[in-house]
């Protein structure tokens, strides 16, 4: 069953059309990567699916329902989160706090409770502690969760921004480049938790340079080139595929590659 | 002890306050400083206010003293001219700043950049216009007399009884304040003084909460204008003028951005210092100058939170 429908988006910036007639469909429960060279389009294309960006032409919709153009936080309460490649943490926050934030469409969100510290407040305030706990170790974040989250390892606050968005309950789940200043073993473990996730039901969709990492773990992978769509298909061969190759290496690239 | 260990440590802030408020007229029997005390309760009220704006939603208000004013005055107009009691006024003003900072910041709040800083700079200033000019109805630049608060025979005048009654109004507000950190609300603050990028992802109205600290912070700010009103018992457009408005944002920043406590600290050095460095005469603008640029160059993120850090402790 499709979840994600994106039909003919597209967006320009100053005259460059950033994106040009990409049409995808990620289907519930799979792993859908989106890869490309630098430059093709791939976080912009986050940006128009979670609302950062307004698309100029297209729609999508979320299970069915229309979402061009509706803000993130919208979004977001709709069952629609995302990290970023170059994270947004709330650096002034502890580590818990900060996944605490990704509670927050679940939380009772009457002000004047608020204000007065009412006993649902602090049975809240437990139950929102207690689960960002949960998400954090989900993601293998063992560490002292009361730390300002300032003084994370980049590795460390790529999962940390993982467990964030989890702590929102999505229903689909956009990683732009989870991997990336990962070392190996930290790229092993990502890629267990990915499976992870969506082996508990939640759909992902994946930017990610880490080819070896892609095609693990994707069910499709979606290539874009020059904000256009190149080629789609599954797991390794997608990548043998003379245009794809192209793209990455030039003609002169794969010429030298196809010999080799 | 055990009991004081299990007290979140924001909440052990709250208790050495109230501790100190208890204290210090132990120490100054004297009307004349405890009036001064009793002003710097006063405006660290709205310091406060501001504070929870500036500390945690990461906005600057350049126009708070214009919600000084209109609390201040509310409690002068509505008696004089509108027939109203005190009471109903004390809790008018208070309203109208609260609206009044609603319809400004609706549309506003949903742009991003300076453009709040800009409005709430033209808003104070036409506040402070509009006081100084309809002399009919706010007596001009001279001002106008407050009607004293009186419930069942008592009237609230006096050194001690002012002391005790600010005293338990900005406990009041600190109480208040530190609640809402530590609830959902302040945490959706403070993630979008971080990044409302980030926020917004994960499902905080940005702009909504923007809007209610403001509301927030306009009725902490009505409130203390109110306070100052009946405290003083006469009230000048000066109150809500422009240089109060910058002082109450220096206050916030000397104190330390999203400190509860430095909002206190730095409302106290800011009312203390001036009356303290009189003796110096004509050097005494020089004087307090050099000293609030020693502090910022020194305790860069504000006493309060530079003087915990060096502790090695966090006030959240």
């Known amino acids: 069953m499709t979840l994600l429908n994106i039909k003919e988006i597209g967006i320009d910036f100053g005259g460059i059309r950033a994106l040009d007639q990409v049409t995808l469909s990620v289907e519930k429960g799979e792993v859908f990567s989106i890869i490309g060279p630098n430059g093709a389009g791939k976080t912009t294309l986050f940006n128009v699916i979670s609302g950062v960006y307004r698309p100029h032409r297209g729609s999508i919709l979320l299970d069915g329902t229309e979402i061009t153009g509706v803000t993130p936080w919208r979004l977001a309460r709709a069952g629609l989160s995302r990290s970023f490649q170059n994270l947004q943490i709330f650096g002034r926050m502890s580590v818990l706090d900060n996944v605490m934030v990704g509670r927050h469409r679940h939380e009772n969100r009457n002000m004047l409770a608020h204000l007065f510290t009412l006993p649902s407040v602090l049975a809240q305030n437990r139950i929102s502690r207690e689960l960002a706990q949960h998400y954090l170790s989900y993601v293998g974040l063992d560490i002292d969760a009361r730390r300002s989250a300032a003084g994370l390892s980049y590795g460390e606050l790529k999962r940390m921004e993982i467990a964030r968005a989890l702590a929102t309950e999505p229903r689909i789940l956009l990683l732009d480049e989870p991997a990336a200043g990962c070392n190996p073993t930290e790229t092993d473990a990502l890629c267990a938790v990915i499976r992870k996730i969506a082996d508990d039901g939640i759909t992902v969709v994946l930017i990610e340079h880490d080819m070896k990492l892609v095609v693990q773990i994707s069910d499709r992978i979606h290539v874009l080139n020059q904000g256009r769509t190149l080629a789609q298909g599954k797991g390794a061969e997608v990548m043998s595929r003379p245009e794809v190759m192209t793209a990455y290496l030039g003609e002169h690239g794969t010429r030298e590659m196809l010999r080799a | ?316």
Do not use: C
């Open chain 2, 1 to 316: 002890m055990n009991a004081l260990s299990r007290l979140e440590p924001r909440f052990r802030i709250l208790l050495g306050l109230a501790i100190l408020m208890a204290a210090l007229p132990l120490v100054i029997d004297n009307a004349f400083y405890l009036r001064i005390a009793a002003l710097v309760y006063i405006f660290a009220l709205a310091t406060l206010g501001l504070n929870l704006l500036m500390g945690f939603a990461g906005l600057v208000s350049l126009g708070h003293a214009g919600f000084v004013g209109i609390g201040a005055y509310t409690m002068a107009v509505g008696p004089t001219h509108l027939g109203w009691s005190s009471w109903t006024a004390l809790v008018a003003g208070p309203a109208l700043a609260g609206a009044l900072a609603w319809l400004v910041g609706r549309p506003i709040l949903k742009l991003r950049g300076h453009y709040f800083a800009v409005a709430t700079l033209g808003l104070g200033l036409l506040i402070s216009m509009v006081l100084n000019n309809e002399t009919a109805w706010t007596g001009g630049p001279d001002g106008m007399t407050v009607p004293r608060l009186s419930a069942f025979g008592w009237t609230l005048r006096g050194a001690t009884p002012w002391y005790w009654t600010s005293a338990g109004v900005l406990l009041i507000g600190a109480w208040v304040a530190t609640n809402l950190i530590g609830s959902p609300t302040g945490r959706a603050l403070r993630a979008i003084h971080d990044s409302d990028t980030g926020a917004g992802v994960l499902g905080v109205n940005v702009a909504q909460y923007k809007l209610a600290v403001f509301v927030l912070s306009a009725v902490f700010a009505a409130i203390a204008g109110a306070m100052l009103a009946l405290f003083h018992g006469h009230i000048t457009p000066e109150s809500a003028g422009f240089m109060r408005s910058v002082e109450f944002a220096t206050m916030a920043v000397l104190g330390g951005l999203g400190s509860i406590l430095g909002s206190v600290v730095g409302t106290a050095i800011l009312v203390i210092l001036p009356q303290a460095l009189v003796v110096f005469h004509e050097y005494e603008h020089v004087l307090l100058g050099l000293l609030m640029m020693v502090f910022m160059i020194f305790l860069r993120a504000g006493i309060v939170p530079s003087i915990m850090t060096r502790l090695g402790r966090s006030e959240l």
